[in-house]
């Protein structure tokens, strides 16, 4: 049973235009919610964060969206670039546990 | 320069033979975790470890196991047991409590032959 669904398995946009990755959570506990970025044959690396308190959060040309009621939040990547290309990874930890529930992620892929 | 490793980056073995993969980290960071990760499938969590002399079993703990004797390693093994030990393993740290972000390795690809 996911609690944590990508249900797209790829993405492809335009470099310049605006990339949005989503991500659905059926855990109502929930409380923290993470991006990855991950490309082939490397580990995830950290791209942001945001905690259920929170709508809404930005660091530079990334934006995570968190809608609560309808157990969805959105990665929003603007302007996309080529090195943008990867794997992008949802995850999830609930109550203050320091344990990560991961999305099967989406692959994105930002054409010049 | 702080980091993760992980040693080595590719591993072949034949069947029935354990194999132990390395984690290392200079992070100080606490808490040390292991993920594998098959083709199209997100990381799921096999051990995770908060303290020194201590670790826990995560969703598919079977076949595998682990040990903490110090702050800095958390290695795995891949015994025999393991139905089908050919994946991408990842290991990740943290500093210890709440809402904070793991750190990953560059992972090991294992092929069992």
């Known amino acids: 049973d996911q609690q944590v669904k990508q249900n797209s398995p790829s993405l492809s946009v335009q470099e310049g235009r605006i990339s949005i990755l989503n991500c659905d959570y059926t855990n109502s506990m929930f409380d923290y919610f993470l991006w990855y970025k991950k490309y082939p044959a490397e580990g995830p690396t950290f791209l942001i964060s945001?905690?259920?308190?929170?709508d809404k959060n930005e660091d530079g040309r990334f934006t995570v969206f968190l809608n609560k009621s309808a157990k969805h939040l959105s990665l929003h990547i603007v302007p996309s670039q080529p090195g943008d290309s990867a794997v992008y990874f949802c995850?999830?930890?609930?109550?203050?546990?320091?344990?990560?529930?991961f999305g099967k992620g989406t692959k994105l892929t930002v054409n010049p | 320069d702080g980091g993760i490793t992980q040693s080595p980056k590719y591993l072949f073995r034949k069947e029935g033979q354990n194999v132990t993969l390395s984690c290392e980290q200079n992070l100080n960071h606490d808490a040390m975790y292991w993920y594998r990760q098959d083709p199209g499938q997100g990381l799921r969590l096999i051990y995770y470890?908060?303290?020194?002399?201590?670790?826990q079993k995560g969703d598919i703990a079977e076949g595998y196991s682990v040990s903490r004797e110090k702050k800095e390693s958390f290695p795995l093994t891949v015994t025999s047991a393991q139905k089908n030990p050919t994946a991408f393993y990842l290991c990740a740290s943290n500093v210890r409590g709440s809402y904070n972000e793991q750190f990953f390795g560059p992972g090991t690809r294992l092929t069992v032959l």
């Open positions: 995850a999830a930890s609930q109550g203050g546990s320091e344990k990560l529930v």
């Open positions: 470890s908060q303290i020194v002399n201590d670790f």
């Open positions: 945001i905690s259920s308190i929170k």
